[in-house]
Nanobody, 126 residues
Framework: QVQLVESGGRLVQAGGSLRLSCAAV????????MGWFRQAPGKEREFVSA????????DYADSVKGRFTISREYAKNTVYLQMNSLKPEDTARYYC???????????????????WGRGTQVTVSS
């Protein structure tokens, strides 16, 4: 069983930066594709970013492309989401997720993932 724990969310002003972390506990995620999603009140959970198990392939939602960067640190069994130039519309609860074998090809879909964290709140003030 994989337990994912997100951290790093907080209140930040527009234009600021945050780095979210997702640490895996209990089992390695070294070979698992990982994703970040977000959900604002009254809205559906939406894809933000994903990274392959090797780290060589990444994908981003159009709304965050050029501002957010996903990465993974194998030694710490952790995935990061660096968020720059934050906007009020980035305000949401951010969740990380892990896909386990058999792996899915479309990592933009929430149902492609088998494990989810409880999320961390990001609030961007204008």
């Amino acid at each position: 069983q994989v337990q994912l724990v997100e951290s790093g969310g907080r209140l930040v002003q527009a234009g600021g930066s945050l780095r979210l972390s997702c640490a895996a506990v209990g089992r390695t995620i070294l070979t698992y594709p990982m994703g970040w999603f977000r959900q604002a009140p009254g809205k559906e959970r939406e894809f933000v970013s994903a990274i392959s198990w090797s780290g060589n392939s990444t994908d981003y939602a159009d709304s965050v492309k050029g501002r957010f960067t996903i990465s993974r640190e194998y030694a710490k069994n952790t995935v990061y989401l660096q968020m720059n130039s934050l906007k009020p519309e980035d305000t949401a609860r951010y969740y990380c997720a892990a896909d386990s074998p058999p792996f899915n090809s479309d990592l933009k879909r929430p149902n492609a993932y088998d494990y989810w964290g409880r999320g961390t709140q990001v609030t961007v003030s204008s």
